[in-house]
């Protein structure tokens, strides 16, 4: 009787440890898929924050003559002040061959920013305009009018931007904002923002 039980048993007990060998295999096997998929995505996202920094430190380039570039807001001022009439959002005249340069060298900035082979770039750029705090009853409404007279005065000077790469927003921050000049009549300027988003191709 004991010769008949060792039979039967080491058989299964071989079978037993095959099996668990082979469900151990599979898990070895998934764990280790698992980490390296983990692995490419935190390489991916490595990648795209070194190429976001790089990015970044060429959008600050686009400070010199004719912007300022405001590192607490991530964002460009003009380094001219562009004044409207109270109530007024039309561009005056004695403002548009600086502004034309100005618009040029964004188009330019976005344009090489943009031809890149390794990653897809897009951007996205934001015109602020603003307004004094004042007595005119529509200052939010105003801010808007002036950001789009700039787009359309950008537009009709032949500056443009690739819709491949690059979407254009055109807002209005009123007599609100963060970053408000302290003197009042300064608020009546634009504020140029660059925002990347970095995909793969």
């Keep these: 009787m004991g010769k008949r039980r060792d039979g039967v048993f080491w058989p299964s007990y071989v079978d037993l440890m095959t099996?668990?060998?082979?469900?151990?295999?599979?898990?070895?096997?998934?764990?280790?898929?698992?980490?390296?998929?983990?692995?490419?995505?935190?390489?991916?996202k490595a990648r795209q924050y070194e190429l976001l920094r790089e990015i970044e430190e060429s959008v600050k380039n686009l400070q010199g003559a004719y912007f300022t570039y405001q590192e607490e807001y991530k964002r460009h001022?003009?380094?001219?002040?562009?004044?409207?009439?109270?109530?007024?959002?039309?561009?005056?005249?004695?403002?548009?061959?600086?502004?034309?340069?100005?618009?040029?060298?964004?188009?330019?900035l976005i344009r090489r920013l943009g031809d890149r082979d390794d990653v897809d770039v897009r951007y996205l750029v934001v015109v602020e305009g603003m307004a004094s705090k004042d007595d005119y009853e529509f200052n939010y409404e105003l801010s808007y009018a002036r950001a789009k007279a700039l787009y359309d005065f950008w537009r009709?000077?032949?500056?443009?931007?690739?819709?491949?790469?690059?979407?254009?927003?055109?807002?209005?921050?009123?007599?609100?904002?963060?970053?408000?000049?302290?003197?009042?009549?300064?608020?009546?300027?634009?504020?140029?923002?660059?925002?990347?988003?970095?995909?793969?191709?």
């Excluded at 060998?21 to 390489?43: C, G, P, W």
């Excluded at 005056?92 to 618009?103: M, S």
């Design 156 to 201: 009709d000077e032949g500056i443009s931007f690739d819709p491949e790469i690059c979407e254009v927003l055109i807002a209005g921050s009123g007599v609100g904002g963060v970053g408000r000049a302290s003197r009042e009549e300064r608020n009546q300027r634009f504020l140029i923002q660059i925002i990347p988003k970095i995909g793969e191709r």
């Design 19 to 44: 099996g668990l060998f082979a469900v151990m295999l599979v898990l070895f096997v998934l764990s280790y898929k698992s980490f390296s998929d983990e692995k490419k995505k935190y390489e991916v």
């Design 77 to 108: 001022v003009l380094n001219r002040p562009v004044l409207f009439d109270v109530g007024k959002s039309e561009i005056k005249p004695e403002y548009r061959t600086y502004l034309v340069n100005a618009g040029f060298k964004i188009a330019d």
